[in-house]
C-alpha cells in the first residue's frame, strides 16, 4: 500500500512538471506573438508616418499644419485621387439611388481605398495602441456608411428592418430591437412575432409595424412576401425555443440569405445555430451577436470540446472561421468583434449596470448599420474592409455609448428604455460629430 502511494506521489508530480513545463512553453510561444506583432505595428506606423509626410507635401498650402497621428487618421486629409469623395450637397446630385444603394447618398467623409485599409491594418496589429486611439482611428470608416438625410428621398430609402422575433414569454426584446433600428435611422421597422405576442407589441409603440404571423401555419409564406422590401433582417430577439419557431425561423433564414439580406442572429436565433450551424455558415452578410453564454454554447457545439475561457480573442477567431468568416460579435466587458483574420476590441466605456435588453438594442442597431455598410461597399465608397465589420463595431460603440449616457442620467435604475431614449444623442456624438 505504502508502494503505491509512493508512485502515485512520483508520477503526480512528473505529471504536474510536464504541466508547468508546457505551460513555460506556451507562455514563452505567446511572448513570441506579441512581440511579432508590436513589431508590425511599428512598421505599419513607420508606413503611415511616411503616406502622411508624402500626402501633406502634396497638399496645397492652405491646408494648416501637419495633423498628429491619430488625428490625422480621424479627420483624413483628401487626397487628389480620391474620387468617391463627395460632399454633402453634391452627393444626391451625383449619384442616382439604386434599390441596393437606396441610403448611399455619401457624406464627405469618406476614406479612400488605402486610408480604409491601413485604419484596419493598424488596427488589427494590437500591440500597444490605446483602446481609444484604436476607437479613434475607426470612427471615421462608420461615419462614412451614415446616409445623409436630405429631401431627395423618399420613405423607406435609409432602410426597412424586419425582426423576427416576439413570442407569448418575450415582448420587450423584438420591441427593443425594432425601436433602436428605427431611432438608429431605419425608415421602417417590421416585427414579424407571434399572434399572443403581437397586440402586446404594438401597444409598446405606433411606431412598429408588426405582423402576428410566426406561429400561423403559412408563417414562412407570409414573411416571405416581406422579403423583396427588407433591408436587413434581425433574427431572434424574443423569438423562444419552440422547434415550430425555429423551423420558420430557419427558413426565413435560407430565403433571406438567397435573396442577399444583411442578417443579423441573436438571442434565440443562436440557439437554432448552435443546433444547426450550416443554416448560415460561409454566409459574408451574416454577423452573429453571442453574449458568452451564447458564445460558449456555439464554440462548443462547432468545437467538440471545452472552450478554454482564457483566451477570449483567440476563442472569436477560431470560431469566426469554424462558421466560415463569419462575422462575430462577443459581447462583454470588450465588446470583441472578428470575422476571423483578426480581433477588433470595442471597449468604448459603458456603465456597471447590466440590466436585460441592452444586447436587443445592439442587435436592432446593427441591423440598419449592416445594411448602410453593405450598401456603401456596393457602391464603393467603403472598400478594402469588410462592411459587416465596420456595422458591427458601430453597434458596439453605440451600445456603449448609450449605456454611458443613460446610466449619467439613471445610475442604478438605468433600463434599457432608457438607454434607447439616448441613441439619438449618443449616434450624434460618435458619428455625426
Ligand atoms: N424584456 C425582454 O423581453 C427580454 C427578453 N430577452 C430574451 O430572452 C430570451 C432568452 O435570452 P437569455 O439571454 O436570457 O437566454 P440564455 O442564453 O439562456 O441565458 C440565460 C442565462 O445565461 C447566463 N448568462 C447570460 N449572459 C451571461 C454572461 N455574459 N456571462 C455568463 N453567463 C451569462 C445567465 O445564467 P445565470 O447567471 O442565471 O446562471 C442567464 O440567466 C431571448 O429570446 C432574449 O431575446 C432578453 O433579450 C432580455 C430582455
Ligand atoms: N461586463 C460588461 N462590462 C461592460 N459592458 C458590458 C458587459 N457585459 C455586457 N456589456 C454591454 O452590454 C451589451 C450587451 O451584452 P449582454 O451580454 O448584456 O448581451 P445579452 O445577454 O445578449 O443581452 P440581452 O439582455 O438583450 O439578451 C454589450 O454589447 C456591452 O456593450
Not at 470612427?139 to 420613405?155: A, D, G, Q
Request: proline share 5%; hydrophobic share 35%.
Amino acid at each position: 500500500m505504502e508502494k503505491l502511494m509512493e508512485r502515485f506521489l512520483e508520477q503526480s508530480a512528473q505529471a504536474e512538471d510536464s504541466f508547468y513545463r508546457m505551460e513555460e512553453q506556451r507562455l514563452q510561444a505567446e511572448d513570441r506573438r506579441r512581440e511579432a506583432e508590436h513589431a508590425r505595428e511599428l512598421h505599419m506606423l513607420q508606413m503611415l508616418g511616411q503616406m502622411f509626410s508624402g500626402v501633406s507635401s502634396a497638399r496645397p498650402a492652405s491646408s494648416s499644419s501637419t495633423p498628429s497621428k491619430t488625428a490625422s487618421l480621424a479627420r483624413p486629409p483628401t487626397f487628389s485621387g480620391a474620387s468617391q469623395s463627395l460632399t454633402r450637397g453634391q452627393s444626391a446630385q451625383l449619384r442616382r439611388p439604386s434599390p441596393q444603394t437606396d441610403c448611399l447618398t455619401q457624406q464627405s467623409q469618406v476614406l479612400n481605398r488605402d486610408q480604409q485599409a491601413l485604419v484596419f491594418e493598424r488596427y488589427y496589429g494590437l500591440g500597444s495602441t490605446s483602446h481609444r486611439d484604436m476607437d479613434d482611428d475607426i470612427l471615421p470608416l462608420i461615419k462614412s456608411i451614415v446616409p445623409p438625410l436630405t429631401s431627395k428621398k423618399h420613405k423607406g430609402q435609409d432602410g426597412r428592418i424586419g425582426i423576427i422575433g416576439g413570442c407569448q414569454d418575450y415582448t420587450g426584446a423584438p420591441y427593443f430591437a425594432a425601436i433602436s433600428a428605427l431611432k438608429v435611422g431605419a425608415d421602417l421597422s417590421h416585427v414579424f412575432c407571434t399572434k399572443d405576442a403581437a397586440t402586446v407589441i404594438k401597444s409598446y409603440s405606433p411606431e412598429l409595424i408588426v405582423h402576428p404571423v410566426l406561429d400561423s401555419p403559412n408563417a414562412v409564406e407570409e414573411i416571405e412576401k416581406w422579403l423583396p422590401r427588407l433591408h436587413g433582417l434581425v433574427v431572434g430577439p424574443g423569438l423562444g425555443r419552440e422547434d415550430l419557431l425555429l423551423k420558420t425561423a430557419k427558413e426565413v433564414i435560407e430565403k433571406s440569405k438567397a435573396r442577399d439580406i444583411p442578417i443579423v442572429i441573436d438571442a434565440d436565433g443562436l440557439w437554432l445555430v448552435t443546433q444547426q450551424p450550416s443554416v448560415i455558415q460561409g454566409y459574408q452578410k451574416g454577423i452573429l451577436t453571442p453574449n458568452f453564454m451564447e458564445f460558449t454554447r456555439l464554440y462548443e457545439s462547432l468545437h467538440h470540446e471545452p472552450m478554454d475561457s482564457r483566451d477570449h480573442q483567440r476563442n472569436v477567431m477560431q470560431l469566426s472561421v469554424a462558421m466560415g468568416n463569419l462575422t462575430l460579435v462577443l459581447k462583454g466587458e470588450q465588446d470583441l468583434i472578428s470575422d476571423g483574420s483578426n480581433v477588433i476590441p470595442c471597449s468604448i466605456e459603458g456603465s456597471g449596470r447590466r440590466c436585460g435588453g441592452q444586447g436587443d438594442l445592439l442587435s436592432g442597431s446593427l441591423g440598419v448599420l449592416a445594411h448602410w455598410a453593405h450598401a456603401a461597399s456596393a457602391a464603393g465608397t467603403l472598400r478594402s474592409v469588410n462592411p459587416s465589420v465596420v456595422a458591427a463595431f458601430g453597434a458596439c460603440c453605440l451600445t456603449r455609448q448609450c449605456n454611458s449616457q443613460a446610466f449619467q442620467r439613471h445610475g442604478r435604475s438605468t433600463t434599457t428604455s432608457d438607454m434607447i431614449q439616448e441613441i439619438g444623442s449618443a449616434f450624434k456624438k460618435l458619428f455625426e460629430s
